[in-house]
């Protein structure tokens, strides 16, 4: 593994959080750009496995990505590192716009910015599904595919809520690590 800088590190993530508008999710998809595509620091396996790691745990899922990467990347001071870069331009932001939203929100050009900034969320967050599935589409992992459409028809047809189609796939990522096993032992 290649030794990274907590600077570089910080600055990457800074850069990423500072420049993401709609949450957790466009976070992580510019994460894999950056950390995965560009930097080559992470494999496309590891950061699929963060983002699981990031959604299923409690918290927002931008601080739990910076976490798993920080401490993948550089161990303790990695998470420390990655998670003030990740707070740190948001509350910033928040702080300036808190303090003149109600002068901000009435002009109709920042109205509609913000609008079109919300297509933009969406069309990131498609973006991420796309990049989570594909390489499950491309190694015909088809059990994979089925739990996850299953989960996204639960949630969306069924109205389940997530905790519990998290615990669902959990139980079945439980039994199919059970099975392998027992083959592996045979």
């Given amino acids: 593994m290649q030794k ?14 500072a420049l993401t508008f709609g949450g957790g999710y466009v976070i ?3 994460m894999q750009q950056r950390f995965v595509k560009e930097y080559h ?15 299923s745990a409690p918290g927002a ?5 910076a976490i798993a990467v920080g401490y993948k990347l550089a161990g303790f001071k ?5 998670v003030l870069a990740t707070i740190f331009p948001p509350l910033m932001i928040i702080s300036i716009l808190a303090y003149v939203y109600e002068t901000f ?12 900034m919300q297509l933009g ?3 990131l967050i498609v973006q991420v599904v796309i990049n989570m599935v594909y390489p499950y589409i491309k190694d015909k992992k088809y059990f ?5 459409i299953g989960a996204i028809l639960a949630n969306l047809i069924f109205s389940i809520n997530a905790v519990t189609i998290i615990l669902i796939c959990l139980m079945f990522g439980l039994i199919r690590a059970l099975l392998a096993k027992k083959e592996a032992s045979e």
């Avoid at 899922?61 to 990505?65: C, T």
């Fill in 78 to 82: 990695g998470i420390l590192t990655t």
């Fill in 105 to 116: 929100i009435q002009i109709l050009w920042i109205r509609w910015l913000l609008a079109g």
């Fill in 121 to 123: 969320v969406a069309a």
């Fill in 28 to 30: 992580i998809s510019l």
């Fill in 61 to 65: 899922i931008a601080i739990n990505g």
């Fill in 4 to 17: 990274i800088s907590l600077s570089r590190l910080f600055w990457a993530t800074f850069y990423l959080s």
């Fill in 41 to 55: 620091w992470l494999t496309e396996e590891e950061m699929l496995d963060f983002v699981a790691i990031a959604q």
């Fill in 144 to 148: 994979e595919l089925f739990i996850f």
